[in-house]
């Protein structure tokens, strides 16, 4: 398998509100793909920054979530909130194969998850860790949001911040 770097890490946040403020506002990071609404049979927002091409910071909004406050790179005391990474490769035809590779070796394994935009695979390592496979359907990175594309952006009870962004490009589109 050949991958091209980490697709998403994917983090916990108990607001999802004050996460996009953060990331997009503060950090930078372009808001470009929203889940909401029970995709899949998943209860949570899940939404995508843009860190750099094809890569991805992910949050999951968990209810009820216990917030942590841990210094850089020093060691770590109570709860982490960190959900799991996924690594980007670059065909359905590589998930595929990975995805054969792990039952192979007795590893479990999900069914491929269509999220619209991106198709993936959950595992975990020996040690637990929670992994991802993916690969994107439409990237979604490189390029300004398509607010209207509903495979991207698909809450349909969008946090306060991005449903600001959705109606200012709609303002735009309009105004030509």
Do not use: C
Not at 36 to 41: D, E, M
């Amino acid at each position: 398998m050949k991958t091209r770097g980490i697709n998403h890490m994917a983090m916990v946040t108990n607001d999802m509100e004050k996460t996009v403020r953060f990331y997009r506002d503060i950090m930078g990071f372009p808001l470009v793909a929203a889940i909401g609404g029970n995709p899949n049979g998943l209860q949570a927002r899940h939404y995508f920054f843009e860190t750099g091409p094809n890569s991805t910071i992910a949050f999951f909004e968990w209810a009820g979530a216990e917030d942590f406050h841990k210094p850089a790179g020093l060691e770590a005391a109570g709860r982490i909130q960190f959900d799991h990474v996924s690594f980007d490769v670059e065909t359905e035809d590589e998930l595929l194969d990975l995805q054969t590779r792990l039952n192979d070796a007795g590893q479990e394994v999900t069914t491929v998850i269509d999220h619209n935009f991106i198709h993936s695979i959950y595992f975990h390592d020996f040690s637990g860790i929670a992994l991802e496979a993916s690969v994107w359907i439409t990237n979604p990175t490189g390029k300004a949001p398509d607010h209207s594309n509903k495979n991207i952006f698909n809450d349909p009870n969008p946090v306060p911040a991005l449903q600001e962004e959705m109606d200012q490009a709609r303002l735009v589109e309009s105004n030509g």
